[in-house]
């Protein structure tokens, strides 16, 4: 992932549900899952921190806070 911004500005940098996100799926509970062709998928999470507690969501609450 790469991002770009001003200097000294701040964002929040979010990911989305992806292409085939579980039915009990949102955005600031994502469920994310890989296909492997008809009805078969791997969930995954993608965790924020080293603890794996905070998940990488797409609201403001689940997303990083950067100062760039």
Do not use: H, W
Not at 37 to 61: C, H, M, P
């Amino acid at each position: 992932m790469t991002t770009t911004c001003t200097s000294g500005a701040s964002a929040t940098i979010t990911l989305g549900q992806g292409n085939n996100p579980a039915l009990e799926s949102t955005d600031a509970g994502p469920m994310r899952r890989l296909s492997a062709g008809g009805s078969n998928y791997l969930q995954y999470v993608i965790f924020k921190n080293a603890e794996r507690s905070d998940f990488l969501g797409n609201t403001d609450g689940t997303g990083v806070s950067v100062i760039c």
